[in-house]
C-alpha cells in the first residue's frame, strides 16, 4: 500500500479515537508502522496532516450530498433528504462524532476552524439546491447562502438541540416544520 494513503488513514484513525489535540505524530507512525521521519516527508506538520484529513471528509459529504439528491424531486425533498443524509453521516462516521465533541467540550481552534470549512462546504452544496430551485421557480428569489445557512441550522437544532429537554422529532415531523416555517410562512 501507498505509504502516504497508508500514514493518512493511521492519521484519521488516531484523530477519530484521539481527536485532533490528543493525537501525536508518535501515535500516527506506530498506527500506521512506519517511522515518523516517514510522516515528515509527507506532511510537515500534524496540522497539514489534519488539513489532508479533513479535505477528505468534505469530499465524502459532497458524495453523500449528491447520492441524496433527485432531479425530479421538490426543493422540500431534496433539502430534507440532504439535510437527513448529512445528520445520518455525522451521527455514524467516527471521526465527525469525535471532531464535535472535542469542538464542544475542548473548543480546540484547530478542529473548531476545520468544523466551520466542513459547514461552509455544506452551505455551499445546499446553496446550489437552493439556487436551482429559484431558477426554476419553485421558491421566491431570495439569498441562497444565507437561505442554506438557515436551513442548516434549523435542522441541526430541531435534530441536537430540541431533543435535550424533549422527545425527539421524527424526520416526517421535521420535513413539515421546515414546510411551515420556511416554505409557507405562518401567516393565515
Same mark, same amino acid.
Given at each position: 500500500?501507498?505509504?502516504?494513503? !497508508?500514514?493518512? #488513514?493511521?492519521?484519521?484513525?488516531?484523530?477519530?479515537?484521539? &481527536?485532533?489535540? /490528543?493525537?501525536?505524530?508518535?501515535?500516527?507512525?506506530?498506527?500506521?508502522?512506519?517511522?515518523? &521521519?516517514?510522516?515528515?516527508?509527507?506532511?510537515?506538520?500534524?496540522?497539514?496532516?489534519?488539513?489532508?484529513?479533513?479535505?477528505?471528509?468534505?469530499?465524502?459529504?459532497? $458524495?453523500?450530498?449528491?447520492?441524496?439528491?433527485?432531479?425530479?424531486?421538490?426543493?422540500?425533498?431534496?433539502?430534507?433528504?440532504?439535510? $437527513?443524509?448529512?445528520?445520518?453521516? *455525522?451521527?455514524?462516521? +467516527?471521526?465527525?462524532?469525535?471532531?464535535? +465533541?472535542?469542538? *464542544?467540550?475542548?473548543?480546540?481552534?484547530?478542529?473548531?476552524?476545520?468544523?466551520? *470549512?466542513?459547514? +461552509?462546504?455544506?452551505?455551499?452544496?445546499?446553496?446550489?439546491?437552493? +439556487?436551482? /430551485?429559484?431558477?426554476? &421557480? #419553485?421558491?421566491?428569489?431570495?439569498?441562497?447562502?444565507?437561505?442554506?445557512?438557515?436551513?442548516?441550522?434549523?435542522?441541526?437544532?430541531?435534530?441536537?438541540?430540541?431533543?435535550?429537554?424533549?422527545?425527539?422529532?421524527?424526520? #416526517? #415531523?421535521?420535513?413539515?416544520?421546515?414546510?411551515?416555517?420556511? !416554505?409557507? &410562512?405562518?401567516?393565515?
Amino acid at each position: 500500500m501507498d505509504r502516504k494513503k !497508508l500514514i493518512i #488513514e493511521a492519521a484519521a484513525k488516531s484523530f477519530s479515537l484521539y &481527536g485532533y489535540k /490528543a493525537t501525536t505524530m508518535d501515535q500516527v507512525a506506530k498506527l500506521a508502522n512506519v517511522g515518523k &521521519g516517514t510522516i515528515y516527508t509527507f506532511f510537515k506538520t500534524k496540522e497539514e496532516l489534519f488539513d489532508e484529513i479533513i479535505h477528505s471528509l468534505i469530499a465524502e459529504i459532497r $458524495v453523500v450530498v449528491e447520492g441524496a439528491m433527485n432531479d425530479t424531486a421538490s426543493i422540500l425533498e431534496n433539502v430534507n433528504n440532504v439535510l $437527513v443524509s448529512i445528520h445520518e453521516f *455525522r451521527e455514524s462516521h +467516527q471521526l465527525t462524532i469525535k471532531l464535535i +465533541q472535542e469542538e *464542544r467540550d475542548m473548543g480546540t481552534q484547530t478542529v473548531v476552524e476545520a468544523m466551520q *470549512r466542513v459547514e +461552509q462546504s455544506i452551505i455551499q452544496y445546499m446553496k446550489a439546491i437552493i +439556487q436551482k /430551485a429559484i431558477d426554476k &421557480g #419553485e421558491i421566491k428569489s431570495c439569498d441562497p447562502e444565507i437561505t442554506a445557512f438557515v436551513m442548516l441550522k434549523m435542522y441541526f437544532s430541531l435534530v441536537v438541540d430540541w431533543q435535550r429537554n424533549h422527545p425527539p422529532l421524527d424526520k #416526517e #415531523e421535521i420535513s413539515k416544520l421546515f414546510e411551515l416555517y420556511l !416554505l409557507k &410562512g405562518l401567516l393565515a
